[in-house]
């Protein structure tokens, strides 16, 4: 049959080797800045694939699965990562998909029932763990053994083990000795090469597999002049954790074109991005605008020198005007992206396009304050309740459905929700947006029931479940309302089973903090009558969110460490 | 099965069509320059569609084939150009394979003989024949009308049908009235869309399939930042013919970045190109040295304006460095790119690396000699007689060996062929290349016996044939010599086989004429009395290249007439 050679992320890794050596991959860590180039890091990988294959991991083996999903995934292994974002994860970005398993990162910020679940649902064989996550994990595997019943063996990310309960081994270790080359098998493109979870309104997280052809294309995708070219003279610094759709790619761009590593380790505060910034010389980063809301701040507060800083790219949420502002009087160019779990994740970029590049400064900041101009590759479609497509004239709005050869066409063993989500080959994306003339994408609003706080999701639904299930409630509603910091917080509104109302909202708290991480603990519970219905019977959130979205009802009341990053 | 919709090429044109429908489209053609934007030419390209799709060229037709290769080709109907570069020629690169049909894109420069091998090989239904090169195409075909049996139609490139044998309708005739809206269908990506003939050693073409994932490949290959990418403030005028590999692909690449197209027509002058670029304001451009040898001297002797002018985009053979700096002078850069029919064709493009950027000029003058950097995506080997790899240290060749997903893995029906070209997934190119510590490859030698004048190959194998098929020849050898216009010309050396060798020269290239394009005619006929052979008893090719390739026995000879294009 007439075609290419197969789409798969190791020519990418290939050429960094061949064509840029020297140029480095700089990582924060537990142990302090670790600082290697692509030769050294290409020897590493071959360390690690040699040791996954000596573990059973190699390219002939496929997936243990419990639910008999072999002829859904045809796949290999699924090995987990369960990390921040460090030089030993990007290891794994390569080492895992590269021997034909398949990597899957964990959210560690999730509750650790969700943790749970994916790990059963996924069957992961393996957990890269960092040392300051390992308490988190101990904690979800006491909780629930039977949900790591497939994994055999948990790395934990550093030179040594920590004192720990679980069987353990260290990367350094299990790397150790093992040969610097590896003979890089021929993988189908259409090998499962990543897995993400992403939460929806629902309790249970999707799973999203990334074939190797899916991340090849993003790749290329993202690498096009509009998209977020990454050259061989950038310095990157991905600050959107690498659990989250491959730090959006960029580990994979990056490499693609030759571009110098830089990564922000555990918890990074400010002042350790800015420290980054200034020390490394990085040209591009990319998180969501609850970091850049800090960094803000400290450029603010302290004398840093962002001259390096070409563009920083915002997603997860929309980035306030003023921080747009803020940062073109500093010289850096604040782009937005869109995307989502299921297109991972890239399908949009608020480039200003030919035409516009001369227009005012107002007019230009309109168009980027929006979520952008389709990648090339990407097909999508904007259509209204009756499933009309509306027209792009920047008033019209309509649910966003798009499609593309890394837009996933299903979830990983999920036919109901895959039956939901898609239609005519497009993803219905869940986002309520308009098009203007000029072919920008603005989202205005939220088809479905979720919270995103800090770049993190939160689903209302499963609040409400839980809230409705105390005795003291009635009914239950949590919105999103809008907050400074973390773009939305969660807020409930309850009607009481009885009269004993003073009290509810502290112990409804305590009752959400029993099984939920803090930054999904609702800032405020405040009791109402009666919660508003749709003519149908629903709760009309909408209605909620008219009257309460003011944001006077939780601001203030979330601390610093309850956020999700 | 986990991954996302097919890569085809028709989210370029509708991303084209939603975000630049007023960027232009300007073509010189035989009726004067045409102009009209994105929005028209996706209404054309539509009208194109439903008459293909009227004359039963649909998705659901699979291709008609003597030689019963349906299984091995399974696509629809190929449709066959032998057009210059215009806007109605561009119309058929979307609109024929948006189909679901192939656009077989044929050299109206080749030797009748092969024209008719190719359009019998393909089973061509349809030809698009330019009014100027009707009589070529007429003459092929009263000359071998059994090779043209599948052929149903001729559609001539405008607005009427010149008097004409063959059964022929006007282009603007055969799409008038058709609606300007299609239902593009849903196609697979391995689905044939292109199809372009190579001329190899021997006397028969081979035919290269691009399946459309190959031409989103090659798409996305090259808009990366060390392609050649175009962003939406590009002017791209690609000179390289439109039969030659898709003009290198830069008409798909073009609407993937939005950049305003300008096709140059039928065999334009220095003066045109020079014209355009001025009128358009040109910024990026493409074709192989003659082109811009001849472009060198009218802007030598004319008040010729290139400050829109960015990039000059070099291939098929590499530019004289005088060439380079001349450009440099005037604050164009010339970019080299290597590729081949088999790589659809860009493979290496010479851009300045990160860490070269700020050598002296003359070290980036000597890599920018050079055939460049591999695109990312792609993956080589450069191994030598025994099949080793040969080091990266500028001095060691081989010959380069090339993969991926746009590099394609199979001859058309040409099983043979690709067993001898192919090696280990590798295309086999038949370049003999050094690659330096720095990663740019060089071509050193070629390893197959072929000439390349003025970016066209002629074979010396078939030209020796011929020779020594004449009663007067014992033995003959045609080698390639340089030149300083065509690169190369071909010079025939023969051993006689009487004593009559005064008139033989004129006598053999009058029997040359007689059955190949004048270009093909060997500048020069020697008389010598011996051919020097190899060890094994082959013609010792290398031996007679270094008595005879001073250029002087075939300097002056070859009038402008007689070339290519």
Not at 183 to 190: I, N, T, Y
Not at 228 to 237: H, K, N, Q, R, W
Request: proline residues 7%; contains cysteine; negative net charge.
């Amino acid at each position: 049959m007439p075609g290419g050679s197969p789409q798969t992320l190791r020519p990418f890794l290939w050429r960094a080797r061949q064509l840029y050596p020297e140029t480095e991959v700089v990582s924060r860590t537990h142990e302090g800045i670790v600082r290697y180039d692509y030769d050294a890091y290409g020897d590493r990988v071959a360390q690690l694939a040699n040791a996954l294959a000596s573990a059973g991991y190699g390219e002939g083996i496929e997936a243990a699965d419990r639910a008999g999903r072999e002829s859904e995934s045809p796949g290999g292994a699924r090995l987990a990562t369960f990390c921040w974002n460090h030089h030993r994860h990007f290891e794994t970005y390569f080492g895992v998909p590269g021997t034909g398993a398949q990597l899957h990162t964990i959210n560690p910020l999730l509750p650790d029932k969700h943790v749970q679940y994916i790990v059963e649902n996924a069957a992961d064989r393996t957990v890269f763990v960092d040392p300051s996550l390992l308490p988190k994990l101990e904690g979800a595997v006491a909780d629930g053994p039977d949900a790591f019943e497939t994994v055999e063996r948990y790395v934990v990310m550093g030179e040594s083990v920590p004192d720990t309960d679980l069987d353990a081994v260290a990367y350094e270790s299990f790397i150790d000795g093992q040969p610097t080359s590896f003979d890089w098998p021929d993988l189908s493109e259409d090998r499962p090469a990543g897995l993400c979870y992403t939460s929806g309104t629902t309790g249970r997280p999707k799973g999203v597999e990334y074939t190797q052809q899916m991340l090849w294309s993003h790749t290329m995708g993202i690498q096009s002049p509009q998209g977020i070219p990454l050259a061989d003279d950038d310095v990157v610094m991905p600050v959107v954790p690498m659990f989250h759709v491959n730090a959006w790619g960029l580990p994979f761009s990056a490499t693609a074109g030759g571009a110098k590593h830089v990564y922000p380790g555990p918890k990074p505060e400010p002042a350790d991005l800015a420290g980054l910034i200034e020390d490394e010389g990085v040209t591009v980063t990319a998180g969501v605008p609850t970091v850049w809301l800090g960094l803000m701040e400290h450029v603010k507060e302290n004398d840093v020198d962002l001259s390096s800083l070409d563009r920083l790219v915002v997603g997860g949420s929309a980035a306030p005007e003023a921080m747009i502002r803020f940062f073109d009087d500093h010289g850096v160019e604040l782009v937005h992206a869109w995307g989502m779990t299921e297109t991972a994740p890239v399908g949009t970029v608020s480039e200003v396009k030919h035409g516009l590049a001369e227009a005012d400064y107002e007019t230009r900041l309109a168009k980027r304050g929006k979520q952008g101009l389709v990648v090339p590759g990407l097909e999508f479609r904007v259509v209204d309740d009756e499933g009309e497509e509306v027209p792009h004239d920047g008033e019209a709005f309509g649910e966003l459905h798009v499609r593309g050869p890394w837009v996933t066409t299903e979830y990983f063993a999920r036919p109901e929700a895959t039956e939901a989500e898609f239609a005519d080959g497009y993803l219905k994306t869940g986002d309520v947006v308009t098009v203007d003339p000029d072919g920008y994408v603005d989202i205005v609003d939220r088809a479905k029931d979720v919270i995103k706080s800090g770049g993190e999701w939160i689903s209302s639904q499963e609040l409400e479940n839980e809230l409705m299930a105390h005795e003291d409630v009635a009914e239950a509603a949590v919105i999103g309302v809008p907050h400074e910091r973390w773009q939305e917080r969660p807020l409930a509104l309850v009607v009481p089973s009885g009269d004993d109302a003073d009290s509810l909202s502290d112990s409804l708290r305590d009752h959400i903090r029993q099984q939920y991480p803090d930054w999904w603990v609702p800032d405020n519970v405040v009791t109402i009558d009666e919660i508003p219905k749709t003519a149908t019977g629903k709760f009309n959130k909408k209605a909620l969110r008219d009257e309460y979205s003011d944001g006077s009802l939780v601001e203030g009341r979330v601390p610093d460490d309850a956020a999700p990053e």
